[in-house]
């Protein structure tokens, strides 16, 4: 069988979307195309972001592979599923365009993993992938209402078959990358200390969280925590050295301290970048992590207060004071050291000022509170609302823009109604 696999050219106008809207390698498509080829099929990987390729430029490249199943995620990067923009006008817009030659149409990503019967009448799907995608997507070439993880449409049913899938991670190769993608990535993602000199990449340590934080949402994908074996890890890393990469980017829902990878990234030519969870770790785990490398660490303490970081159930066991004082050591050691603050009722304003300025003081930039978006799959979304049904996004999107007046500085300062955006990309 052949199987395309498109990740669009993304754009944000209009969108509450605060993630990083550079390019970044689209890795649950690397190890999707990596599977498929393992299991005989042929896999062609469409990367529009980072090879800015328009619709139309698609489209030919499609119409040209003829495949048999065409896969279209609906977040930019699995760096993003967990806070991806909440509109699926992009993806939508692309599918409408290929529509005539796309064989099967398959959705993945976190919208189809929350909301799967809205994901697949949305796109005009055959199929949605619920949950990590990367196993799942071989099976299609055999009987796919025997499996479960998918939704598709029986007349004018849609059927879900749960559970929603998490990959194992003991079974996803090292990913190898065309050296064009490479040399295309100059993005070093949440790198500040130095101007880029070589290309970079993105790759994975683990997945999952053993923390269920509310503002998180994890709840239907990226779950449980699971690493991947050190050899692998290894493997692929090198290679991106050998291609010219000079820094790294963990994904990792929470980089955990890991002393064998510290000690091996020590031994090599290469900057990293990781998210985690300061309170994790000891003093002498941020020595290794320095030896290993790392020149950005993005912490994430969300409230300055023990009462709002209960509320997010974060069951962080530092204080405020002893946080600061994490921060303040890792930044001695590392180059940039950001602690992210979301905007939280417990939180007095003139408070959050006064230790933004301590920590800005020794070097640790942290961000203005940005208003927590209650995506579904979340559990601050299921404490509003109950479990996420097909008016999941639209609801929380609402909810959203009613409830604040400013938003984050990477951010429009009036974003569109979901509706509007969704409606928009057929020109209704």
């Given at each position: ?341 979301l905007a939280m009722t417990e939180d007095d304003e003139s408070s959050i000022e006064s230790w ?73």
């Amino acid at each position: 069988m052949r199987y395309a696999l498109i990740n669009p050219r993304w754009s944000f106008e209009g969108s509450i979307y605060f993630g990083c809207r550079e390019p970044h390698l689209p890795l649950e498509l690397g190890y999707s195309k990596a599977l498929l080829e393992q299991d005989g099929h042929e896999a062609l990987l469409i990367d529009g972001h980072l090879s800015d390729l328009n619709d139309s430029e698609i489209t030919a490249r499609i119409r040209r592979f003829a495949p048999d199943f065409t896969v279209i995620t609906t977040a930019p990067t699995y760096l993003f599923w967990r806070c991806p923009p909440p509109e699926m006008r992009v993806p939508q817009r692309l599918a409408a365009a290929l529509k005539p030659f796309v064989g099967k149409l398959v959705i993945v990503g976190p919208h189809g993993s929350t909301t799967p019967a809205a994901a697949l009448k949305k796109m005009d799907a055959d199929f949605v992938v619920l949950g990590e995608c990367e196993e799942i997507l071989p099976k299609l070439a055999g009987a796919p209402e025997h499996f479960s993880s998918l939704a598709y449409r029986d007349g004018a049913e849609v059927v879900v078959r749960g559970p929603n899938r998490a990959a194992d991670m003991k079974r996803l190769p090292a990913l190898r990358w065309p050296d064009e993608s490479i040399s295309r990535h100059t993005h070093h993602h949440h790198r500040f200390d130095s101007a880029p000199a070589a290309p970079a990449a993105e790759m994975e340590a683990s997945r999952g969280c053993p923390y269920h934080c509310t503002f998180c949402a994890k709840d239907n994908f990226r779950n449980n925590y699971r690493k991947r074996p050190l050899a692998i890890i290894l493997e692929e890393l090198d290679a991106f050295v050998s291609q010219g990469a000079e820094y790294i980017y963990f994904v990792d829902e929470i980089f955990l301290p890991d002393m064998q990878l510290l000690s091996a990234l020590a031994g090599r030519n290469v900057k990293i970048g990781v998210q985690t969870r300061i309170d994790l770790w000891s003093q002498d785990a941020i020595r290794s992590l320095a030896r290993a490398g790392c020149v950005s660490v993005e912490a994430g303490v969300e409230s300055i207060t023990e009462a709002g970081r209960a509320y997010l159930d974060k069951k962080c066991k530092l204080s405020t004071d002893e946080l600061s004082d994490r921060l303040i050591f890792a930044k001695e050691l590392i180059p940039f050291v950001q602690a992210n603050l979301l905007a939280m009722t417990e939180d007095d304003e003139s408070s959050i000022e006064s230790w933004r300025r301590q920590l800005e003081a020794h070097g640790v930039w942290a961000n203005k509170p940005v208003p927590l978006f209650p995506y579904p799959g979340s559990p601050e979304y299921t404490r509003m609302w109950g479990r996420a049904d097909d008016l999941a996004w639209e609801r929380a999107h609402e909810a959203y823009l009613k409830g604040f007046d400013s938003f984050s500085d990477i951010q429009e300062q009036r974003p569109q109604p979901l509706v509007e955006l969704e409606t928009t990309c057929h020109g209704r």
